[in-house]
């Protein structure tokens, strides 16, 4: 039986990006990782209505070295005990590498919708730069997203100005 699904970005979605000069980055360590006030509240939300909770992120720090691996997978253990999160899928290449995975391509929501049997035409993308709206409108996910200085998003499904808002918007349509 194919299940729905929010597909989440994490910087900038679930956790607070790092700004600086106007754009946004990733955070580097554990230190820098802090979860957006209401992101506990919302994903249980999100879950209580029968959604699973699928994060799908570009790292590419990873592959520049910016950021080890070791690092990440600390601040993805926090992010799956805080949150219940099912799964997390992650591109951590350069985008000169032109993989299938890495956002604006849909290949983790793929790979996701594969392992999980998900059922893509009534399931959710949030996120919070065009990479991820195009990602989902790629496989006819219902996109929002979350408008910041740096979002450069022409076409979303809905556009809203926090998570909350994102899951009032998502509980609405089920």
């Known amino acids: 039986m194919a299940r729905r699904a929010v597909f989440l970005d994490r910087d900038g979605v679930l956790n607070e990006p790092i700004i600086r000069s106007g754009r946004a980055f990733a955070p580097l360590s554990m ?11 919302d994903v249980k939300r999100v879950k209580a209505a029968g959604l699973l909770c699928i994060v799908v992120t570009n790292q590419p720090e990873i592959a520049s070295g910016q950021l080890s691996a070791a690092s990440l997978e600390t ?5 799956k005990e805080q949150l219940n999160i099912e799964d997390i899928f992650v591109c951590g290449h350069g985008s000169e590498e032109g993989c299938v995975c890495r956002k604006p391509r ?3 929501i793929h790979q996701a919708a ?3 049997s998900i059922d893509l035409g009534s399931s959710f993308v949030v996120g919070d730069r065009w990479r991820d709206i195009d ?5 006819g996910c219902y996109t929002v997203l979350i408008e910041r200085a ?8 809905a556009r809203v100005g926090s998570l909350t808002e994102a899951v009032d ?5 089920l």
């Open 31 to 41: 230190e820098q990782f802090r979860l957006v006030d209401s992101a506990v509240t």
């Open 135 to 139: 990602a989902g409108r790629a496989v």
């Open 150 to 157: 740096y979002s450069e998003c022409a076409s979303a499904d």
């Open 75 to 79: 601040m993805h253990r926090h992010l």
């Open 114 to 116: 594969n392992l999980r």
């Open 106 to 108: 849909p290949g983790m």
């Open 169 to 173: 918007v998502i509980l609405e349509r």
